[in-house]
Antibody
Framework: QVQLQQWGAGLLKPSETLSLTCAVYGGSFSGYYWSWIRQPPGKGLEWIGEINHSGSTNYNPSLKSRVTISVDTSKNQFSLKLSSVTAADTAVYYC??????????????????WGKGTTVTVSS | SSELTQDPAVSVALGQTVRITCQGDSLRSYYASWYQQKPGQAPVLVIYGKNNRPSGIPDRFSGSSSGNTASLTITGAQAEDEADYYCNSRDSSGNHPGVVFGGGTKLTVL
C-alpha cells in the first residue's frame, strides 16, 4: 500500500523560504503526478503545483513566481520550496499522488493517496 | 483558469439522501473527483472517474455528471458522513494546465 511521508520546518519568519519534502513508500513513482496542496486555517483546499517523475511541472498561477517543486527519483521523493513567505502562507500543507487517464471522450483525474499534512506557521 | 463552484453548506436528516453539487467548465471534459475531510484530518478520496469508489468507501456514496455539473450523492446519510466535501478536476482551459478544487461544502447531518 502506497504511503506518503512528509516533513519540513513548521515555523518560519516572514521573507523566509518554506521547504517541505514528501517521500513515497510502497509504490511506483513513475506514471503519476505528485502534488502539493495547502489549506489555510478554516479555509478550503488550494492546489500549489505538481511534478511527474521526469521533472515536468505545473504550478498554480497565483503562486508560480514563488514556487519550485523538484523531484529526486533515486529516493522517491519530491519537494516544495515557497519563497518570501508571509502570514498569508500559514496553512496545513499536504502532498498527494495524482492519477489520470481517459475513457475516450471524458478524462479523469483524482488524488488517491495523501500525506498526513504539515502545519506551517509564518510569524515574526 | 477554470473554477469549480460548490454550495458552502448543505444539511440532511439522518438516513435521508443528500446531493452535493459542483459546477465548472472543466467538468464538460473531466469527471470530478470527490474528497471527504473531517476536522484535523487529511482529505480522503470517496468518488473518482465515472462513478468509482476506492476500497473501503461505503456504497451509499455515488457520483454522477451532466454537462458542467458533477454531483456527489449520499443515500442514507449517517452521522459519520458529517464533514467537508471537495470536488476536484484538472483545468481544461488550456491556459494554465493544472488542478482545481471547489471551495468545499460543509455537510451537516441532523
Amino acid at each position: 500500500q502506497v504511503q506518503l511521508q512528509q516533513w519540513g520546518a513548521g515555523l518560519l519568519k516572514p521573507s523566509e523560504t518554506l521547504s517541505l519534502t514528501c517521500a513515497v513508500y510502497g509504490g511506483s513513482f513513475s506514471g503519476y503526478y505528485w502534488s502539493w496542496i495547502r489549506q489555510p486555517p478554516g479555509k478550503g483546499l488550494e492546489w500549489i503545483g505538481e511534478i511527474n517523475h521526469s521533472g515536468s511541472t505545473n504550478y498554480n498561477p497565483s503562486l508560480k513566481s514563488r514556487v519550485t517543486i523538484s523531484v529526486d527519483t533515486s529516493k522517491n521523493q519530491f519537494s516544495l520550496k515557497l519563497s518570501s513567505v508571509t502570514a498569508a502562507d500559514t496553512a496545513v500543507y499536504y502532498c498527494a499522488r495524482g492519477d489520470y487517464g481517459d475513457y475516450g471522450r471524458y478524462y479523469y483525474y483524482y488524488m488517491d493517496v495523501w500525506g498526513k499534512g504539515t502545519t506551517v506557521t509564518v510569524s515574526s | 483558469s477554470s473554477e469549480l463552484t460548490q454550495d458552502p453548506a448543505v444539511s440532511v436528516a439522518l438516513g435521508q439522501t443528500v446531493r452535493i453539487t459542483c459546477q465548472g467548465d472543466s467538468l464538460r471534459s473531466y469527471y470530478a473527483s470527490w474528497y471527504q475531510q473531517k476536522p484535523g484530518q487529511a482529505p480522503v478520496l470517496v468518488i473518482y472517474g465515472k462513478n468509482n469508489r476506492p476500497s473501503g468507501i461505503p456504497d451509499r456514496f455515488s457520483g454522477s455528471s451532466s454537462g458542467n455539473t458533477a454531483s456527489l450523492t449520499i443515500t442514507g446519510a449517517q452521522a459519520e458522513d458529517e464533514a467537508d466535501y471537495y470536488c476536484n478536476s484538472r483545468d481544461s482551459s488550456g491556459n494554465h494546465p493544472g488542478v482545481v478544487f471547489g471551495g468545499g461544502t460543509k455537510l451537516t447531518v441532523l
